[in-house]
């Protein structure tokens, strides 16, 4: 059974950072790639970002660009993912999924078929 489980999440203040985990069991991790994705009160799942899955290639949207890093630790099946200079509009529940195909990485939500619950990131002052 595949598991996706978010952590990390919080309160910070703008220009704060927050760290986020992704730690995944039920599949072999080294060979699918990962994505995190975000949805803020009342708007549509976005997308944030994507690694392929070793970690030597990723993909930001440009609203994270600069600002949010992701690794991946294969030794712990954990996807890690560094938010520094957040912003109020960062505000949203983040989730992590797995993409449905090994191999291939893609910034297509539709190409993530597992998804975790999420954790909440509030920025506010």
């Known amino acids: 059974q595949v598991q996706l489980v978010e952590s990390g999440g919080g309160v910070a203040q703008p220009g704060g950072s927050l760290r986020l985990s992704c730690t995944t069991s039920?599949?072999?991790?080294?060979?699918?790639?990962t994505s995190w994705a975000r949805q803020a009160l009342g708007k549509r799942l976005e997308w944030v970002f994507s690694t392929n899955r070793d970690g030597s290639a990723t993909d930001a949207a440009d609203s994270v660009k600069g600002r949010f890093t992701i690794s991946r630790d294969i030794a712990n099946n954990t996807v890690y993912r560094q938010m520094n200079n957040l912003k109020p509009e960062d505000t949203a529940l983040y989730h992590c999924?797995?993409?449905?195909?090994?191999?291939?990485?893609?910034?297509?939500?539709?190409?993530?078929?597992?998804w975790g619950q999420g954790t909440q990131v509030t920025v506010s002052s």
């Open positions: 999924g797995k993409h449905r195909s090994p191999y291939w990485w893609s910034r297509d939500l539709r190409d993530y078929n597992d």
């Open positions: 039920g599949f072999t991790f080294s060979s699918y790639s």
